[in-house]
């Protein structure tokens, strides 16, 4: 039977390559396809008894799902808005968050500090220190005591890896910690069961897969190459089903390895205060957001941490700004106070 095709269909060659039908035209009894090919930098023609039709994306390999995604919602949404080609390509409702820029944001932090934080002044002042610091790096402190590279080392000698389990796992039993590390993932775990599902399935048929899991940690915390060590990290959460947790848990760990230059992302906090300071217009970099956790996803989320650092370290009122020696946890706390203030103003309009 003929496939028929259209425009924004995900197909692969008979050669394996995978790409987006960006038109099609009857020749005859065959239709002549032209299609954009990922990881290929120009357009080929293919007749369309050598095409196969991919109905899911889930069927192609992770790698390409997002650019897949991105190239067929453009095609599809020729004309309209990046939001209505971000909400095609990933599922997501359109992004309703305004440009408001660092004044605007500013003038949220401002309102928070006032309300939630006792008058609070920008980021020196103790009332902020307390609120918005103290706890995580008491967080911190209490996962390397239980978790050092010492007694790490010890407990994968020793096979326990329910003890590397339930330590590594004890940031997210408060909800304070939760909140400072991983973005409220303790909330997450008592609506889906994330933590216990993940320790099910480390468990599920012996320890093979928890002492892989925990191999793997021992390496994003005191490994040497980090890069690696993330992305075959990431990759283990990315094959089980963790809601909308596999950021914040594959990041987490990052962060305590080093707070000043890595950063938990939980990425609706982050595309929220992207798109409210306007970064994608000032800079024309945008964020990875369908895309799975990996090194080099990562990266996006570090540059904009590092670019909104820099924004918030010269603001024009001095008593306001970060400090000179800031680190991710000041990022994480702002990220989060917009993100809760967005919420906050977006719930009284609807």
């Known amino acids: 039977m003929p496939v028929f095709l259209n425009a924004g269909d995900v197909v692969k060659t008979r050669l394996g390559d995978y790409g987006v039908v960006l038109k099609t035209q009857?020749?005859?009894?065959?239709?002549?396809?032209?299609?954009?090919?990922?990881?290929?930098?120009?357009?080929?023609?293919?007749?369309?008894?050598?095409?196969?039709?991919?109905?899911?994306?889930?069927?192609?390999?992770?790698?390409?799902?997002?650019?897949?995604?991105?190239?067929?919602?453009?095609?599809?949404?020729?004309?309209?808005?990046?939001?209505?080609?971000?909400?095609?390509?990933?599922?997501?409702?359109?992004?309703?968050?305004?440009?408001?820029?660092?004044?605007?944001?500013?003038?949220?932090?401002?309102?928070w500090q006032k309300k939630k934080q006792h008058g609070a002044v920008g980021f020196r002042d103790e009332k902020f220190i307390f609120a918005e610091r103290?706890?995580?790096?008491?967080?911190?402190?209490?996962?390397?005591?239980?978790?050092n590279k010492t007694s790490f080392a010890d407990l994968l000698a020793a096979e326990d890896?329910?003890?590397?389990?339930?330590?590594?796992?004890?940031?997210?039993?408060?909800?304070?910690?939760?909140?400072?590390?991983?973005?409220?993932?303790?909330?997450?775990?008592?609506?889906?069961?994330?933590?216990t599902r993940f320790k099910d399935v480390l468990f599920e048929k012996g320890a093979e897969k928890a002492k892989n899991w925990a191999e793997l940690l021992?390496?994003?915390?005191?490994?040497?190459?980090?890069?690696?060590?993330?992305?075959?990290?990431?990759?283990?959460?990315?094959a089980i089903d963790l809601k909308d947790n596999k950021w914040p848990l594959s990041t987490v760990y990052l962060q305590i390895r080093d707070i000043k230059q890595y950063i938990c992302i939980k990425p609706d906090f982050f595309e929220t205060v992207a798109s409210s300071m306007g970064y994608e217009s000032i800079t024309g970099h945008v964020l990875p957001k369908a895309a799975p956790?990996?090194?080099?996803?990562?990266?996006?989320?570090?540059?904009?941490?590092?670019?909104?650092?820099?924004q918030l370290q010269t603001w024009k009122e001095p008593e306001r700004r970060l400090r000179e020696d800031g680190d991710m946890l000041d990022i994480q706390a702002f990220c989060y106070i917009i993100y809760q203030q967005h919420k906050k103003k977006a719930d009284l309009t609807t």
């Open 293 to 310: 956790p990996s090194w080099k996803n990562y990266q996006y989320y570090l540059q904009f941490a590092e670019w909104l650092m820099k």
């Open 134 to 147: 103290t706890y995580r790096i008491k967080c911190v402190e209490l996962f390397n005591a239980d978790l």
């Open 26 to 111: 009857q020749k005859d009894s065959d239709v002549n396809v032209d299609i954009d090919l990922v990881g290929k930098d120009k357009l080929v023609t293919f007749l369309q008894s050598k095409l196969e039709v991919i109905p899911d994306l889930a069927d192609v390999p992770e790698e390409l799902q997002y650019a897949l995604s991105l190239r067929s919602a453009k095609i599809k949404n020729a004309g309209k808005t990046k939001h209505d080609i971000f909400s095609a390509s990933t599922g997501r409702k359109p992004s309703s968050v305004p440009n408001i820029g660092i004044d605007g944001c500013m003038a949220h932090f401002k309102e």
């Open 218 to 238: 021992y390496d994003v915390l005191y490994g040497n190459d980090v890069e690696k060590a993330f992305d075959a990290f990431a990759s283990f959460y990315n």
């Open 161 to 195: 890896y329910e003890s590397i389990f339930s330590r590594a796992t004890a940031i997210f039993s408060s909800r304070k910690a939760a909140d400072g590390l991983a973005g409220e993932l303790n909330y997450v775990n008592d609506r889906y069961g994330s933590i």
